[in-house]
């Protein structure tokens, strides 16, 4: 199985930046490809970008797209997002998701998701 486990939440102010890390552990060495989603209070869970397991295609939401940046250490066995010029909308809960032979997206969910970190941007 797979086990995720993010980090690297936290209060941060407007234009601000913050990493988050999601540590990524498998039963085998499979090829994973890995997302991250968010969810706002009151709100469904939304995609906010992804990576394929090679680390060579990413794709991000409009939302986030020029501000938010994805990343694999592969060495380290995370994947990381970098967030910059925060936003109030960012505030959410972060999840890591993960899944093979498929890439997870806006309508294709993980099958595999951590618990989450929380963020919050303030004013």
């Known amino acids: 199985q797979v086990q995720l486990v993010e980090s690297g939440g936290g209060l941060v102010q407007t234009g601000g930046s913050l990493r988050l890390s999601c540590a990524v552990s498998?039963?085998?060495?499979?090829?994973?490809?890995l997302a991250w989603y968010r969810q706002a209070p009151g709100k469904e869970r939304e995609f906010v970008a992804s990576i394929d397991y090679r680390g060579e295609m990413e794709s991000y939401a409009d939302s986030v797209k020029g501000r938010f940046t994805i990343s694999k250490d592969n060495a380290k066995k995370t994947v990381n997002l970098l967030m910059n010029s925060l936003k109030l909308e960012d505030t959410a809960v972060y999840y890591c998701?993960?899944?093979?032979?498929?890439?997870?997206?806006?309508?294709?969910?993980?099958?595999?998701w951590g618990q989450g970190t929380q963020v919050t941007v303030s004013s």
């Open positions: 998701g993960a899944m093979r032979f498929a890439m997870p997206g806006p309508i294709l969910r993980p099958t595999w």
């Open positions: 498998a039963a085998t060495d499979s090829s994973l490809n």
